[in-house]
């Protein structure tokens, strides 16, 4: 199955600052979910990247997966108080393998 | 348009009992994923259910049984509870025809005592 590895584990970052978080899977990504969850709530759906090379961003969260189809970033600009939480990426196969997350708290 | 719904949000069992979880997928989904979130974990994939069917299965032992119906809705029942099955339960729907698209609920958190 697909194993999904995740850094850091968890972040904190200063309001205002920069942060990315990394994917990497152990084989070809055919689709990357990125999801952001609150504690304990259920995963929202941020952005999903298909193609080698593919960048997407909404807001300020940028999502890039790179020319191998092995590593996606996400990137947050200008971090914000709304964008604590746990970001987990997925890859989708018959089903969506997740790697642990990355908690991300913002210091104001 | 409604999303994935769930229920309950949250459960208290104790060891040995049996419980049922509840979900009704996204309008237009005809495919439902269960996953067990332990805490501080990723989800972890239990089954999925298309047609009725039990079509995929995770590492999960059989404990751990699903249905679907013809509505699409499905539900996840454990036997014989154990401490170690506390976790945060969720169901995600998507469309068979789309590998993509997959749409969570918001989860049923199961403490077990």
């Known amino acids: 199955s697909q194993e999904l590895e995740q850094s850091p584990q968890s972040l904190i970052v200063q309001e205002g600052k920069n942060l990315t978080i990394n994917c990497t899977s152990s084989k070809t990504l055919y689709g990357l979910y990125w999801y952001k969850q609150k504690y304990g709530e259920g995963l929202i759906f941020l952005m999903m990247?298909?193609?080698?090379?593919e960048e997407k961003s909404h807001e300020k969260i940028t999502a890039k997966l790179d020319e191998k189809k092995q590593q996606s970033s996400l990137h947050i600009t200008a971090s914000q108080p709304s964008h604590a939480g746990i970001y987990l990426c997925g890859a989708a196969d018959y089903k969506l393998s997740f790697g642990a997350g990355t908690t991300v708290t913002v210091r104001a | 348009d409604a999303g994935v719904t769930q229920s309950p949000t949250h459960l208290i069992k104790t060891r040995g009992q049996q419980v049922t979880l509840r979900c009704s997928p996204k309008?237009?989904?005809?495919?439902v994923s269960w996953y067990q979130q332990a805490l501080g974990q990723g989800p972890q994939f239990i089954f999925q259910?298309?047609?009725?069917?039990?079509?995929q299965r995770g590492n999960f032992p059989d404990r751990f049984s699903g249905h679907q119906f013809p509505n699409y809705s499905s539900e996840l029942n454990v036997n014989a509870l154990l401490l170690g099955d506390s976790a945060l339960y969720l169901c995600?729907?998507?469309?068979?025809?789309?590998?993509?698209?997959?749409?969570f609920g918001s989860g049923t958190r199961l403490t077990v005592v």
């Open positions: 309008s237009g989904h005809d495919t």
């Open positions: 995600a729907s998507h469309r068979r025809t789309h590998n993509y698209g997959y749409t």
């Open positions: 259910y298309y047609e009725e069917e039990e079509r």
């Open positions: 990247l298909q193609k080698g090379g």
